[in-house]
């Protein structure tokens, strides 16, 4: 098939509705063409009220904003499940369908056109469990997340992040996100930390507190707790890093490797050893000390 010329003002955004485009994404889409012109045609389907987009809404979009008034493009005449599939086929190599979007036709394929998911699967020419996975990523996100995720307030990756949320916790997760502008990695740590909390009251701490959990997980829940001040959290790290080097000593000095080394070797090494055991001695007294005035 040749592609012909259509004049831009006869071309309608339909797949619109199950894609999502960002004003960056078009923008660099027009820089492209404004500087080598437009590369690959419009996949257009056709049809009685006209010409309708099944590839190429950036390239129509920003040859809008360049003054454009005909774009090459490849025209079909075929019906709506087929063109439907078509948006499928025409991203799948490229990546720039996302599996959210792909979910969407997916679901227009069941609900709109009455298809199984066998059904959707052939059409489409993917596995059933490739349907499956992407109608279940539609139907489990509130409506308020999908609209976000239209609005670009949020993104696919934090969509994915949502979707492992039972219903009625994706709505509070949503604003965390939008209002404390976190990002896919910080969702995702908030995400798990809701799904393994205990109480009610665990879950409005992990809201009210986000970004002291995140930063408590990123430098290491045990060097960090979001509940101390910073002088607890000092005497915590300080705790954590002493117990840490114990063991390690302890563990060297007991190695076997330790009563191999030569003569000359332990000489240099092992008395320094005793300049410890004075320091070891006052810690232990000022730790009985605090712990003393700490019960009473």
């Not at 080598?36 to 904003?65: M, S």
């Amino acid at each position: 098939m040749e592609p012909i010329k259509v004049k831009t003002d006869q071309i309608q955004e339909w797949s619109n509705e199950f894609r999502l485009i960002y004003p960056d994404a078009v923008r660099a889409m027009g820089l492209s063409m404004q500087t080598t012109g437009q590369l690959q045609p419009v996949i257009l389907l056709k049809n009685d009220d006209g010409y309708y987009i099944i590839d190429g809404i950036k390239r129509y979009r920003a040859a809008l904003e360049l003054g454009l008034t005909e774009l090459q493009s490849l025209v079909f005449e075929v019906n709506m499940v087929m063109a439907k599939s078509m948006i499928i086929h025409y991203n799948r190599h490229n990546s720039s369908l996302s599996m959210y979007e792909q979910g969407l036709i997916v679901q227009s394929l069941v609900q709109d056109h009455g298809l199984s998911q066998k059904e959707v699967a052939k059409a489409v020419r993917q596995s059933h469990s490739w349907v499956c996975r992407r109608l279940s990523l539609v139907e489990r996100l509130l409506p308020e997340v999908q609209d976000a995720l239209r609005m670009g307030s949020i993104t696919v990756s934090h969509g994915r992040e949502l979707v492992k949320l039972p219903r009625g916790n994706q709505g509070p997760a949503l604003e965390v996100i939008i209002n404390e502008r976190l990002n896919c990695r910080e969702s995702a740590i908030v995400v798990e930390k809701l799904l393994k909390a205990k109480s009610p009251r665990e879950v409005e701490y992990l809201y009210s507190k986000s970004r002291e959990v995140i930063r408590q997980v990123l430098h290491g829940e045990k060097l960090y707790d979001s509940r101390l001040s910073v002088h607890g959290n000092r005497l915590l790290k300080a705790r954590e890093l002493l117990r840490l080097q114990i063991n390690i000593l302890s563990g060297a000095l007991q190695s076997e490797h330790t009563a191999q080394l030569p003569a000359e070797q332990q000489a240099m090494v092992l008395p320094a050893m005793n300049e410890l055991v004075s320091p070891m001695g006052q810690l232990t007294e000022i730790i009985h000390q605090t712990l003393t005035s700490y019960e009473r």
